[in-house]
């Protein structure tokens, strides 16, 4: 699935085709929504010295000075 929506003549940019529309694929949506997370966490962990996050099936906080705390196993169905 992609989306078309026409640019102005001089951004033809990247993600253009030649006849000026832009387009939106899921790869390049996952890829800016990637980018746009590892941006807010870093934000997060300068203004409240923590992330909430899941690794290995566990819900933890992980502290600016390395430490991580389990809060929660998640459960399986």
């Known amino acids: ?3 078309k929506a ?3 003549p001089r951004g ?3 993600w253009a085709t030649k006849d000026g529309f832009a ?3 899921k790869k390049i949506l996952v890829d800016k929504a ?3 997370g590892k ?3 870093k934000n997060a962990m300068e203004v409240m010295g923590f992330v909430v996050t899941v690794k290995d099936g566990w819900v933890v906080r992980e502290h600016s ?3 991580v705390e389990q809060i929660e196993k998640l459960q399986t169905i």
């Open 12 to 14: 033809r940019g990247k």
């Open 23 to 25: 387009y939106l694929t």
């Open 34 to 36: 990637k980018s746009a």
């Open 6 to 8: 026409k640019i102005a």
């Open 65 to 67: 000075d390395g430490r």
């Open 1 to 3: 699935m992609s989306v």
């Open 39 to 41: 941006v807010a966490a």
